[in-house]
């Protein structure tokens, strides 16, 4: 049902009329309590007045933005906390992104190491495959509290083969740069692959 919108009267006949080859699944996974939402609020535009085109089909925020003079439709998916449609929604999470989110919180040191466990059954779900994916350390406002240095998060990401970024939902830093910086990461994919 993802789908549903990207076919439908949208607003922007530019997009629809592409294949979707422009369309990303992005998901966000990690611990709850880190962040996703909060991150994905601000992908939604819930923030800005002015330019909050963004469509909501309940924990699913699809947009257009543009990257690097491309237009890029992300649509991201933020279920992994969905408690209430048990477990084969974290199932269906692993197998359907097309670039993941991992979040954790600098000031929570359990969801760094959640973080770790979530590359490897990412991993595991997905073998062979090579998925985008970014790992976000959130909450880098709350500078007191911080248990996880920026070193310690970049030396995981390069391990894990994956890109990395802070971010701050609350003062929203980095934010767009996170949303900018996974459509790169596809795109760099897709890019090799054509050659
Ligand atoms: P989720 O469970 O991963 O979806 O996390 P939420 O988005 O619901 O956030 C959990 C709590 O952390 C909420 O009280 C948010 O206001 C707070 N929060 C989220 N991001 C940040 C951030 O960047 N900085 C600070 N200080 N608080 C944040
Ligand atoms: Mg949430």
Redesign the pocket.
């Known amino acids: 049902y993802y789908r549903r919108s990207w076919s439908s009267e949208s607003s922007d006949s530019v997009i629809s009329s592409e294949s979707c080859s422009n369309c990303y699944r992005v998901v ?1 996974i ?12 601000i992908f939604a535009g819930v923030h800005d007045s002015i330019d909050s085109d963004c469509e909501v089909l309940g924990d699913t925020y699809e947009r257009t933005l543009m990257v690097d003079g491309e237009s890029a439709t992300i649509v991201l998916l ?1 279920m ?2 969905n408690k209430r449609e048990g477990e084969w929604i974290r199932d269906h999470c692993m197998k359907v992104g097309d670039a993941y989110l991992i ?1 954790y ?1 600098i ?1 929570d040191r359990a969801s760094f190491e959640k973080a770790s466990e979530l590359r490897i059954q990412l991993r595991r779900a997905r073998q062979k495959e090579d998925i985008p994916i970014i790992l976000v350390g ?5 500078v007191r509290c911080r248990e996880v240095s920026v070193a310690e998060g970049r030396a995981c990401a390069v391990v894990f083969d994956c890109k990395f970024i802070e ?5 929203q ?1 980095n934010v767009k740069e996170l949303f900018e910086g996974i459509v790169r990461q596809v795109r760099l994919r897709r890019d090799s692959k054509e050659k």
């Open positions: 966000l990690g611990e709850q309590g880190v962040g996703k939402s909060s991150l994905a609020n933020d992994w906390d979040v919180s000031t959130n909450k880098s406002d709350l971010t701050s939902a609350a003062v830093h």
